[in-house]
């Protein structure tokens, strides 16, 4: 049940003052005043990244391309030399960056090296996992000590049987105490990131939302609430299942059963994402962003390009071009709602606890 006085928190990626240098400050004024022109060429670097450590991945999720099985992309692990190369390269412009994309960062070993090195060089980190490994006391230190930002677990439900239904695969009892470990590190050495129980809400687990952001809190978490998204793999009308009960929880029109989805709100030949981040795919190709996940419109490729070369060049030009032409005509676009927060993430939306 939604209720309208209780916040449940927020899922944004908070920057540290110190973090924001003169160059980057200068850089995302170069970003800004792009973007409000609309002008293809910024002269600048992207004042957010997206870096995906891998696109393998230990669950079995339904409606995601890696989970389903629908991923035509091969599997790769981003090589930690190549990794440095990119900070290397944007560190001086850079202020966040997200490791993840379609696959469970934390199955490629170099992880922790990889949050400590772009965060030595004050980029702030994000990482969203499944929470898999945390139930190792081992990787809890290393992820206390690596210095991480923040950090987003897929917490869809309260019991193993709610949670399963849609992390499949992934063991709910190992993962939560995972959690309690983290927690207690946490308290003991005074230090770590931001951790998020990020609940995506679907039919089977909406009645467990406000027990999970009681426990949330209890672990010393901040809640979020997301709502499901059926764009990333074939559309099935089946899938409809998944969608909550309650229309607030949905980012699709409640009367409209049938694929392709229809989103409550219109699409805008706009789009800021293509004036301030891009993607950097585990086997180094780059994209425009995570929505891009089959790699629809490459944009150059890492370390052939540097990322300067890629971030103002010929197909990055092409794209801004188009994004507030023809935003339709771009087949990760057509159905992106990401630039729609209130249909996303839903941090404004409260609940209303038992």
């Given at each position: 049940m939604i209720h309208p006085d209780e916040p449940i928190g927020n899922n944004e990626l908070q920057i540290d003052f110190e973090n924001i240098t003169a160059s980057r400050r200068r850089n995302k004024d170069l970003l800004t005043r792009a973007y409000a022109t609309h002008e293809l060429v910024t002269g600048g670097m992207p004042n957010h990244i997206w870096v995906e450590p891998t696109n393998a991945c230990n669950a079995k999720c339904p409606l995601c391309p890696t989970g389903a099985g629908e991923s035509a992309r091969p599997k790769a692990m981003l090589e930690l030399q190549r990794f440095k190369g990119i900070v290397d390269e944007i560190y001086p412009y850079t202020e966040s960056m997200n490791l993840w994309n379609i696959g469970e960062p934390f199955l490629n070993s170099s992880i922790f090296d990889m949050i400590r090195y772009a965060e030595d060089r004050r980029i702030a980190t994000r990482v969203s996992t499944n929470g898999f490994v945390f139930y190792n006391t081992a990787n809890v230190?290393?992820?206390?000590?690596?210095?991480?930002?923040?950090?987003?677990?897929?917490?869809?439900?309260?019991?193993?049987?709610?949670?399963?239904?849609?992390?499949?695969?992934?063991?709910?009892?190992?993962?939560?105490?995972?959690?309690?470990?983290?927690?207690?590190?946490?308290?003991?050495?005074?230090?770590g990131p931001t951790v998020v129980w990020q609940f995506i809400a679907m039919r089977h687990n909406q009645h467990q939302i406000p027990q999970a952001r009681v426990l949330a809190e209890q672990l010393g978490m901040v809640f979020s609430l997301k709502s499901v998204n059926l764009d990333m793999v074939a559309q099935d009308p089946t899938n409809v299942a998944f969608l909550p009960a309650e229309n607030l929880l949905r980012r699709y029109e409640t009367d409209h059963q049938q694929s392709p989805w229809k989103l409550k709100s219109e699409r805008q030949n706009d789009c800021g994402v293509l004036w301030r981040s891009m993607m950097i795919n585990a086997d180094g190709v780059a994209v425009p962003c995570c929505y891009d996940y089959e790699v629809d419109l490459e944009i150059g490729r890492v370390p052939d390009q540097t990322i300067r070369d890629i971030w103002d060049g010929d197909a990055m030009q092409t794209l801004r071009r188009r994004i507030i032409t023809e935003r339709d005509q771009l087949p990760p676009c057509a159905k992106c709602s990401v630039d729609d927060r209130t249909i996303i993430f839903l941090d404004e939306i409260p609940v209303k606890r038992k």
């Open positions: 230190e290393r992820l206390i000590t690596s210095g991480l930002s923040n950090l987003v677990v897929s917490m869809d439900g309260t019991t193993a049987e709610v949670f399963n239904k849609y992390r499949v695969g992934v063991d709910f009892d190992k993962v939560y105490r995972g959690l309690e470990l983290l927690h207690e590190a946490q308290q003991d050495f005074r230090a």
